[in-house]
């Protein structure tokens, strides 16, 4: 293939999607029990609208706020509030959820759609999505609506519509993109409205034939351009993909509304189609549960709330006894280590390495070879901000630009000597933060 999109550095995983890449999405049934949290999106946590006890219809909204970056949160099933009490989540903390019994008659909340969602006015389609709950599917989980609103000053020329999926051994976006093309090309129209795009492109890591010649058959007669993308990691990343398919730069701790782009996960879009078609929230979404430690690796569609343990006996389980279970890919995901944990918003993917696959080595000294310089495609140096943070030298650590590292992982995975350089500027983020917080209050 000719002339694909490419960007400065990155590095070259094994990608594994093999394993899953053929596997048509399968409808999961929903569970016995459903676990919402509050908090599943950047910004503020929804507050909850239901008590213990209640009874609540699929689609409901059980959770909502007042603040400008935040998204409602809408339950998944039909059936009585159990508890609305803090469960573990997939970062690690206790977040506030309902927890939900189902009834297993999934009685709808009322819902408004639209047969031509896209004769409908421009705030009003924002509108929807606000109310839908929908925030980037792509991981982030940021509030869709306020993204769409860009900063005072700023023009969004292009809409890029990210089907990279440069993440290791995922694969559903790919097949959202073949099974469900038409609300993919139906939901990237309604963005483009919402945000006032004047051209909206499609953008897709070349190693997706057919979800190119798919989105390409379609797209095209609705005047929507479909880009291949040189299959590298991160080719996902918002500034990655921005640079690669635009040949423009977000300035540094800027967005990318200041240099006329946004870019929104082919998740988003697909979900953004079914709010203004159906006027059904984000209440479900594609997930590709994979890795060497399940026994039927698979594409599935999944009530948001589904707990893990419940999503791995679906895939037959474990083979063998598990080294790691990851919400998310091995680049960017996160290790859990409570199978109770339910699926959010933002999780696309549940890996299960083995034992053998996830063997972790001990760190050795920096041999100074500065592969991870040459890797960051954020022009970082992670050894150095490593150094800083291990010596809790934290302004050093943002003079050397810790608060740009997108935590794509390439510097750990190329790293010879196998640093946890990624953790490490984590904890300088994370400190850097808390600092800022500390000194304006
Ligand atoms: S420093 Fe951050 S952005 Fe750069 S390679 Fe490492 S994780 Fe990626
Ligand atoms: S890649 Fe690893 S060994 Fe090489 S300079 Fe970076 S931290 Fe040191």
């Known amino acids: ?13 094994e990608y594994n999607k093999h394993i899953t890449s053929d596997k048509p999405i399968k409808v999961l049934p929903a569970p016995k029990e459903v676990v919402i949290p509050l908090a599943q999106h950047a910004g503020a946590p929804a507050e909850p609208l239901v008590k213990k006890g209640d009874s609540v219809l699929l689609g409901q909204e059980i959770g909502s706020s007042a603040e400008p970056i935040s998204a409602a949160v809408h339950t998944s099933v039909s059936g009585t509030v159990l508890a609305v009490e803090p469960r573990p989540s997939i970062n690690g903390r206790e977040v506030l959820s309902v927890v939900i019994e189902n009834d297993g008659q999934d009685a709808k909340a009322p819902m408004t759609g639209h047969d031509d969602p896209i004769q409908l006015p421009r705030e009003e389609i924002r509108k929807r999505i606000e109310a839908a709950g929908i925030v980037g599917l792509g991981g982030a989980a940021f509030p869709t609506a306020a993204k769409l609103s860009p900063p005072r000053g700023c023009k969004i020329e292009y809409l890029l519509i990210n089907g990279s999926e440069c993440e290791p051994y995922l694969t559903a976006d790919q097949k959202l993109m073949e099974e469900y093309t038409e609300d993919v090309v139906l939901g990237a129209k309604l963005l483009a409205k919402a945000c ?8 897709i890591e070349a190693n997706k034939p057919e979800a190119l010649r798919k989105m390409k058959a379609l797209a095209g007669s609705n005047a929507i ?3 291949a993308l040189a299959v590298k ?3 996902g990343g918002e500034k990655q993909l921005i640079k690669a398919v635009l040949n423009r730069e977000v300035p540094a701790h800027g967005l990318p509304a200041q240099c006329g782009a946004l870019v929104h996960n082919v998740g988003t879009a697909w979900a953004a189609a079914k709010a203004c078609r159906h006027g059904q929230p984000l209440i479900e979404r594609v997930i590709t549960v994979t890795g060497d430690g399940v026994k039927a690796p698979a594409n599935y569609l999944v009530r948001i709330g589904t707990p893990f343990r419940d999503i791995i006996a679906a895939a037959g389980g474990f083979a063998g006894e598990p080294g790691k279970v990851i919400a998310g890919g091995p680049m960017m995901g996160l290790a859990q280590f409570d199978l109770n944990v339910p699926i959010v918003k933002g999780v696309s993917g549940i890996l299960v390495l083995s034992d053998k696959v996830a063997n972790e080595f001990d760190p050795m ?10 890797v960051c495609p954020v022009y970082l140096m992670p050894v150095t901000i490593e150094k800083y943070a291990m010596n809790a030298m934290w302004d050093e650590a943002e003079d050397y630009g810790a608060m740009d590292c997108i935590e794509c992982g390439c510097c750990t995975y190329i790293c010879p000597s196998k640093r946890a350089l990624l953790s490490w500027i984590r904890l300088a983020k994370t400190e850097i933060v808390e600092a ?3 000194h304006s209050s």
């Open 1 to 13: 293939m000719v002339n694909l999109k490419n960007f400065r550095g990155g590095v070259h995983p």
């Open 196 to 203: 006032g795009a004047e051209k909206t492109i499609i953008a």
């Open 225 to 227: 351009e479909v880009v």
């Open 233 to 235: 990691y991160p080719a």
């Open 365 to 374: 000294p920096c041999i100074k070879c500065a592969r991870c310089v040459d």
């Open 436 to 438: 800022h917080s500390r």
